[in-house]
């Protein structure tokens, strides 16, 4: 750029810029109420043939919403480039665990300290001022993100896992996979009626999963519920009541994932739950 040209292309943010620049601002009067500015370019320029008499910048007062959106305009340009690292991170498998399937191996990105952390931040700050008392993690890879994510922001981690798996009393949901069903179960007192919870997993693809979840949540019995629901199913008159039995929720506030797929239409399956992911896979 030619050095006169890079002298003449600045740029002023506020009028004390202007009053700082003085020889700048030879021509201009009551500056508190400027709306332009014209530059003294000697004649024997070039540039200042070009420019002369020409308005060359407008100057608006800063103000506390513009101050602002600027500054939520440098967050997410942050974000973005977050976001883009982690994308970059996560290594893309063709025909596993199939053929036919790409799938989306987050292992590589746990090997990115600063990609795994940036996925950590971004839900932290998304949930930390949203009153969520429980974080569910959805076996197996929520358990990976889930913790670190509640101790941030101050709730509790409650794992979902495959059947069988949890020690103590449990209450189940079961849900269709592509060839015939599964399960979800949670421990009977994990939560209680009326808390504020956010379901985390690594990905959704057809949403089976998360839709158990929410609904492990949102139509939790409680405890004696539960025994009085396991007592009656034992007889075979009252067995219909153990699905009717009158249940309490938890408000699940959202659904997190660090991957869509967006082809498998999962989000359509939540509902009304929302869904914040960060990639999308195309």
């Known amino acids: 750029m030619n050095p006169l040209t890079r002298n003449l292309s600045f740029q002023i943010s506020t009028v004390d810029d202007i009053v700082r620049q003085s020889y700048r601002t030879q021509h201009l009067t009551n500056y508190n109420s400027v709306t332009s500015l014209h530059l003294p370019i000697s004649s024997s320029s070039s540039a200042a043939t070009l420019l002369r008499g020409r308005t060359l910048l407008y100057i608006r007062p800063r103000t506390p919403a513009a101050a602002a959106q600027r500054d939520q305009q440098r967050s997410m340009a942050a974000e973005d480039a977050r976001i883009a690292g982690i994308a970059s991170a996560i290594r893309v498998i063709p025909d596993f665990p199939k053929p036919g399937i ?29 009153g969520i008392s429980v974080v569910a993690g959805v076996e197996a890879r929520g358990f ?52 504020r919870a956010l379901v985390i997993d690594d990905l959704i693809a057809t949403g089976g999963t998360l ?3 929410i609904n492990l949540l949102d139509c939790l019995e409680n405890q004696q519920q539960a025994k009085e629901s396991m007592f009656l199913q034992s007889a075979l008159l009252f067995h219909t009541c153990f699905f009717i039995a009158e249940r309490v929720g938890v ?8 991957i869509e797929l967006p082809e498998l239409k999962g ?16």
């Open 251 to 258: 408000n699940v506030v959202e659904c997190a994932c660090v």
């Open 144 to 195: 990976i993100f889930g913790p670190p994510i509640a101790l941030a922001i101050g709730a509790k981690f409650v794992p979902m896992r495959k059947p069988n798996k949890l020690p103590g009393e449990v209450i189940s949901e079961e849900y269709s996979l592509e060839y015939g069903t599964d399960k979800i179960e949670m421990h009977v007192g994990a939560v209680q009626a009326g808390e």
């Open 267 to 282: 989000r359509e399956r939540l509902g009304d739950k929302p869904l914040f992911v960060l990639v999308s896979s195309t």
């Open 211 to 213: 839709c158990a979840a």
């Open 102 to 130: 790409l799938f989306q191996d987050i292992t590589t990105l746990l090997l990115d300290p600063k990609a795994f952390k940036d996925t950590i931040d971004l839900f932290v700050e998304r949930y930390k001022d949203k």
